[in-house]
T-cell receptor, first 114, second 115 residues
Framework: DSGVTQTPKHLITATGQRVTLRCSPR?????VYWYQQSLDQGLQFLIQYYNGEERAKGNILERFSAQQFPDLHSELNLSSLELGDSALYFCASSVGQGVRNEQFFGPGTRLTVL | AQTVTQSQPEMSVQEAETVTLSCTYDTSENNYYLFWYKQPPSRQMILVIR??????QNATENRFSVNFQKAAKSFSLKISDSQLGDTAMYFCAFMQDFGNEKLTFGTGTRLTIIP
């Protein structure tokens, strides 16, 4: 158990819908990262937050958005869902900035868009 | 942009044998970090080993070791005395130095340990 929690574990929804994925980082971790794992694209970095502020952006679609709240939990919002958005979405956290901080991954949320 | 290439989609080895997984990467940076992550059937991502590019000494973690060749941009993972629990997908990942902590992953190698 990495200490990072993600809810829900599974999510099944229809095209055009909107969903919210939630992540609680390890106690004391200030950085949160979101990654998408799909058959087509592999593992891709989406976005990073550090202490409530957006720090880095990857190949995140405009239909996707995220935020980190004052209690440091983070939410990834996916809207106007398409079949291709079906994937495993990981959240990871680290103590702070800098590469010496290991990223601990949560168990992921499996999203299925029908 | 950095790229990470894993040329072995699948590998299998007998239990207790040694296996080496290959990874190459491309970057123009001088300072960076390399990682091997393990993803067992549970889908959990687990850090196996890390290597800092400025360190010449190869990293080791128990049965896991790396062969880091900076000039060749190669970063292979050696698993000694392989165990059934080593069966998993293995991802090589790259991280640039401070200020850009995103992980760039390879496509993975599916490793099966045969009893």
């Amino acid at each position: 158990d990495s200490g990072v929690t993600q809810t829900p574990k599974h999510l099944i929804t229809a095209t055009g819908q909107r969903v919210t994925l939630r992540c609680s980082p390890r106690s004391g971790d200030l950085s949160v990262y979101w990654y998408q794992q799909s058959l087509d694209q592999g593992l891709q970095f989406l976005i990073q937050y550090y202490n409530g502020e957006e720090r880095a952006k990857g190949n995140i679609l405009e239909r996707f958005s995220a935020q980190q709240f004052p209690d440091l939990h983070s939410e990834l919002n996916l809207s106007s869902l398409e079949l291709g958005d079906s994937a495993l979405y990981f959240c990871a956290s680290s103590v702070g900035q800098g590469v010496r901080n290991e990223q601990f991954f949560g168990p992921g949320t499996r999203l299925t868009v029908l | 942009a950095q790229t990470v290439t894993q040329s072995q989609p699948e590998m299998s080895v007998q239990e207790a044998e040694t296996v080496t997984l290959s990874c190459t990467y491309d970057t123009s940076e001088n300072n960076y970090y390399l990682f091997w992550y393990k993803q067992p059937p549970s889908r959990q991502m687990i850090l196996v080993i890390r290597q800092e590019a400025y360190k010449q000494q190869n990293a080791t973690e128990n049965r896991f070791s790396v062969n880091f060749q900076k000039a060749a941009k190669s970063f292979s993972l050696k698993i000694s005395d392989s165990q059934l629990g080593d069966t998993a997908m293995y991802f090589c990942a790259f991280m640039q130095d401070f200020g850009n902590e995103k992980l760039t992953f390879g496509t993975g190698t599916r490793l099966t340990i045969i009893p």
